[in-house]
């Protein structure tokens, strides 16, 4: 067998034997964390290891990784080598968060209405109405089923409809710089200036991303909020797709016209702009936002293995009924994203405020990776389900603080199988409001 | 499908694949439930192929999540 320079063998397929073994497990679906703790792995080597076979295989997420085989990539590559419109057809939802706005096609001139299209819909709920609101109807009940309504779960209690967020990190935002050559505007794609997380346009009139994604799968966006007291207004955006990739944030003290941040990092992140709601619907116990999605950098999403011409895209779910919301709902658009920022030209992002949450620094717990049951008991707040409910099945990992989620000072926690498998997982994402300690709650 | 619902008291949303044309039966199902004692969301998330997809996945998770809070006769599935 060949070997390197250092001795090792050099492994002649094209993946390493370790590599096609996360792939199998990621191919049997669930998160990194999942498969890291299917395959005794860290988190790391898991995310090294898809970060290696994307880059390998140039392929540009995992969902295109778990669909890749051998004898595919020679097309596949041709694909992604492709005019921009061939893009649209390969393009996928993405397995990072399912934010869409409006993407318009070709050379329509509708490309400013697209843009702003709802992208997430906020409801600000007054802080002395009443909290089985919470609780709101179901929505359409899914058709064909036997099963009753899962709203009727079990009665609901006055609670407080707290924020339950992580806090977003605060600006000022180091500027993402575009790593790509700007294509030149074409007669058939719209053309957005890239410019910086400052506002200031980089690279004007440069570079077209948008296109029309044809197919795609479902992607759901629902948003979460509360009142905190009488007079500040808190929101909380929850997003996800398909994949489970998702990321909520809270917002405090939010107006019309602010802008608004959902962050993964300092060159992966979406701005929204609360709008006014557009279709409040009278007498109903609440009010609503609109946000939009304002801005997006795509460079830094997905640890950094996204190729640099390789378009993405997610679908918001057409006609996706938001009834319980306040009656309004989202019509379906599809939006590529290329790997430069998109500024809609008729708005001065700049001259915006950022919020900047204003919630204090979540818990930071030290971090834990434990298989012993009676070490993962003594995690702040932690809980088990009753053996009723998971006949025979037994706790196996658990992940607390850093080792968890460097955002997220909570911990997970995966049950298995009797047979070995993994059945579920829990997570606990601590709020950070800063009433209580890491020891546990203040009252 | 992102719907609403109240699980041990307690605000919670669940996420799952309606039955269908569009109905996928590997779709992940997650149970978010909100707890105000100690301002935690706690997030039962299936991983195995009976708790994924649709309905019938998110009535099981549904009562996992339960079950995390009340008793067992009180989270026992309909």
């Not at chain 1, 834990?368 to 088990?384: C, F, G, H, I, N």
């Not at chain 2, 109905?23 to 969301?41: G, I, K, L, M, Q």
């Not at chain 2, 998110?58 to 809070?69: G, M, P, R, V």
């Amino acid at each position: 067998m060949e070997r390197n320079r250092g001795g090792r063998p050099r492994h002649p397929d094209v993946l390493t034997p370790a590599e096609w073994r996360v792939l199998e497990a990621l191919r049997e679906g669930g998160t990194n964390a999942e498969i890291a703790a299917r395959l005794g792995l860290s988190l790391d080597t898991v995310k090294t290891h898809i970060s290696n076979m994307l880059a390998k295989l140039e392929l540009r997420d995992r969902r295109a990784l778990a669909a890749w085989r051998p004898e595919e990539r020679r097309g596949r590559l041709r694909a992604l080598f492709a005019i921009p419109t061939a893009l649209a057809a390969i393009a996928k939802p993405l397995a990072w968060v399912g934010i869409g706005t409006a993407a318009a096609a070709g050379v329509t001139v509708t490309v400013a209405a697209a843009a702003v299209a709802v992208a997430v819909l906020l409801v600000v709920v007054p802080g002395d109405r009443d909290p089985s609101a919470v609780a709101r109807p179901p929505l359409a009940a899914p058709e064909a089923t036997s099963t009753p309504t899962l709203a009727s779960a079990v009665a609901p209690k006055p609670t407080p409809t707290a924020t339950p967020a992580p806090t977003a990190r605060p600006t000022p935002i180091p500027a993402a710089t575009p790593t790509t050559t700007p294509k030149p505007a074409s007669a058939t794609t719209l053309t957005y200036d890239a410019f910086d997380t400052t506002g200031t346009v980089t690279t004007p009139g440069s570079y077209a991303f948008l296109t029309t994604a044809e197919g795609g799968t479902t992607t759901v966006v629902t948003t979460y909020e509360a009142l905190r007291d009488g007079t500040t207004t808190s929101l909380r955006i929850h997003t996800s797709d398909v994949d489970d990739a998702s990321q909520s944030d809270a917002f405090d003290e939010v107006e019309v016209g602010h802008l608004i941040e959902w962050k993964q990092a300092d060159d992966c992140f979406v701005r929204y702009r609360v709008t006014d709601a557009p279709d409040a619907v009278a007498g109903v116990v609440s009010r609503e936002f609109g946000v939009r999605a304002e801005t997006y950098v795509f460079q830094g999403c997905q640890s950094g293995s996204l190729l640099a011409e390789t378009a993405m895209s997610f679908t918001i779910a057409a006609e996706l009924p938001l009834e319980h919301l306040g009656g309004t709902r989202l019509t379906g658009f599809a939006v590529v994203h290329g790997s430069l920022q998109r500024k809609p030209a008729d708005e001065d992002v700049a001259t915006l405020p950022l919020i900047t949450p204003s919630l204090s620094d979540p818990i930071r717990l030290p971090s834990v990776r434990t298989t012993d049951l009676a070490v993962a008991r003594t995690l702040p707040y932690w809980r088990e389900p009753a053996a009723a409910v998971t006949p025979g099945w037994t706790f196996a990992l658990a992940l607390g603080g850093e080792a968890y989620d460097h955002n997220y000072s909570g911990y997970v926690a995966f049950w298995h199988t009797a047979s070995g498998y993994a059945a579920f997982e829990i997570e606990a994402f601590y709020v950070p409001l800063g009433t209580r300690t890491a020891a546990g709650p203040s009252s | 499908m992102h719907e609403p619902l109240v699980v041990a008291e307690r605000p919670a949303w669940v996420r799952y694949s309606p039955l269908g044309a569009q109905h996928r039966t590997w779709s992940s199902v997650a149970v978010s439930v909100y707890d105000a004692e100690t301002e935690t969301v706690y997030r039962v998330h299936g991983s195995i192929g009976s708790l994924r997809g649709g309905p019938m996945a998110a009535e099981k998770l549904i009562a996992i999540a339960c079950s995390l809070f009340l008793g067992e006769s009180e989270c026992a599935q309909p």
